[in-house]
């Protein structure tokens, strides 16, 4: 027996060393590609595709290559087989440990034999790997950096490395040593390497970038700082620094520069404690550690995004903070990496529970060029923070030069048509329906030339230094202004209404001016302070980086856009009616005067609800990511010219104003006769209706 025993373990033993030769002969399926050189992430391995027939939204699987246990799922794609997820992992809980003598499962010739000639049972649970890193390196978990590092870093195996660190986060947590760190963060830096970032969108799981930026938080949370400025570790992929701060303490910060690509310089990032937050701590030294991703941003995956075929990418690093309780605010300089004069930056901080960017945490308070400037609320769930490219950045030379012509033609315009009015006040308004009429163009164009100029003061103001306060009352104002500009012409279509149906008693012109004004700026007033009151608490009002209602997180534009946009298609309907009701024979020569002017009235609002209707169409349309500049110049054509069409088919083209331009003109005495015909106007016969 004892002959056979010495046999059979020679056998082994043999067999170990055979296998564990560099010169193996095992055969490889064409494209595969084993490991590389020690600590090298390996990426670029081929996989055999599905062989059926591809159909819409078929899929299908297909095993992993040798040595590797999972399946790769494919989905048809335009007739074509693409990768949708992979599970293949080499890694196991036995590999881990393989090369340590007293790993219980094994012979003591076991190590040495690779898992696919030994492992004939199901692999161990990732739970237990606690426990043997507690039996052979509780000390630094140095045991399984090698066998990390040289592992290939499949989909498969960076999502067994995320539960390993969570394995450890979970039950290896106390007293967390400096050691323990730079172990802890070389694994996480083997699955953040740039090289195969590609990889993590075949993760099944797309929370697993987020449950490692929480679990990298935790762990580091338990670090105790022994000195007054630490460089605790110093990995490519992250960096770790602490140090102490008192209520007595300056102004503290520490700074990040890493490399994201190849092509690009050390990008900066700068965490800053203010002194007003240092004044609530206590006497005795407190903690506070940051620690930087350049690469992390990339792998973050947004739950329930609007739209998640356009993701919002991160422009800068990602830099988590742990800080004691009691300071609630921080400050963040980020450099960015896509440093484009069309790019525009977003200053987020990640919410660890709902798993996504929260713009409302964080306030821009420098936007150039080349960095961002960010002052942010920090909390238990809120303690990572980056920059986003803003999805509503479109700059372009041809926006900016429309936009200021227009503007200038716009307000030239409104200016010409309130002196046309001033000018032919006495002449044009001869009876109720009239005067009205002139009451609405002249409001119209207050209303248009008011929002104008805010629309100016906040456009320039967005290029200079924000401030919130002032950004929410330059919003303010130029939200009830182009919101006064569509009631007024609201109240035109509800002055033809009256024209039409009320034939034998007329109401006074304070009363209808009370109603008037009730309607074209009592209701905006509504809207406008409601909006505020609802969104400010939360800060989403405005958009980011524009003094404008806000459409991302709150849909506060519906507050504009709603209205706008109902009283276009009730003007539509009211002309519509005027078209039918104008065909029958009226009787009197006062009705037929006011059938005259209500006619005229018509055609104003004929022609101008399209114009204004289509413009704040393409206005919306704009909002939506992706869409064409085309869109926006459009737009912004027909915005920064409202003015000129007021003045055009307001003033303009009313023949019964161009006649008394003329009269003026030629005339300058004929105001007292213009005077005495308004006084003789059959209309002043009619009862009166008292408000």
Known sequence: MKSQAITIYCLMLFLATECSQPSSKTHI???????GPEGKPKTERMQEKCHGPCTASSNCSQPCVQHFRGEIGFICN???????TETCTSLSVETLFMDLNNTSRFSVAAPFIPLHIVDYQAPEPIESVAQVIQMNCPLDYACII????????TSGNIAFIVKLLKNISTHLSDNVTQEKMKSYFKVANHILDKAVIPNWAFIPDKNAGSDLLQLVNWFARRFRIQNELEHITDELFIQTKGLHINHNTSERSFSFSMNVSNTTEGILGMIEVPRQELWKLPPNASEAIGIAFPTLGAVLKEAHLQNASLPRHVNGLVVSVILPERLKQILFTFEKINKSRNTRAQCVGWHSRERRWDENVCETTLDTA??????CNYTNVLMSFS????????DN???????CIGLSVSILSLIVCLIIEATVWSRVVVTEISYMRHVCIVNIAVSLLTANVWFILGSNFNKKAQNYNWCVVVTFFSHFFYLSLFFWMLFQALLIVYGLLVVFRRMMKSCMMAIGFAIGYGCPLVIAVTTVAITVPGKGYMRHGACWLNWDNTKALLAFAIPALLIVAVNLVVVLVVAVNTQRPSIGSSRSQDVAI????????????????????????????????????IFALLNAFQGFFILLFGAIIDHKIRDALRMRMSSPKGRSKAA????????????????
């Open 29 to 35: 399926k064409d494209g595969d590609k084993l490991q």
């Open 78 to 84: 335009g007739n074509k087989w693409q990768k949708s």
């Open 146 to 153: 090698d066998v990390v590092k040289s592992s290939e870093a």
């Open 370 to 375: 080349s960095k961002v400037k960010c002052w």
């Open 387 to 394: 920059i986003l490219m803003s999805p509503m950045s479109v």
């Open 397 to 403: 030379k041809v926006l900016d030069y429309i936009t």
């Open 598 to 633: 209500i006619i005229r009235i018509s055609k104003n609002v004929a022609t101008l609800t399209p114009l204004l209707g289509l413009t704040w169409g393409f206005g919306i349309a704009t909002l939506i990511e992706g869409t064409s500049l085309i869109f926006h110049i």
């Open 676 to 691: 005495e015909n308004a006084s003789l106007s059959p209309t002043y016969g009619s009862k009166v209706m008292n408000c």
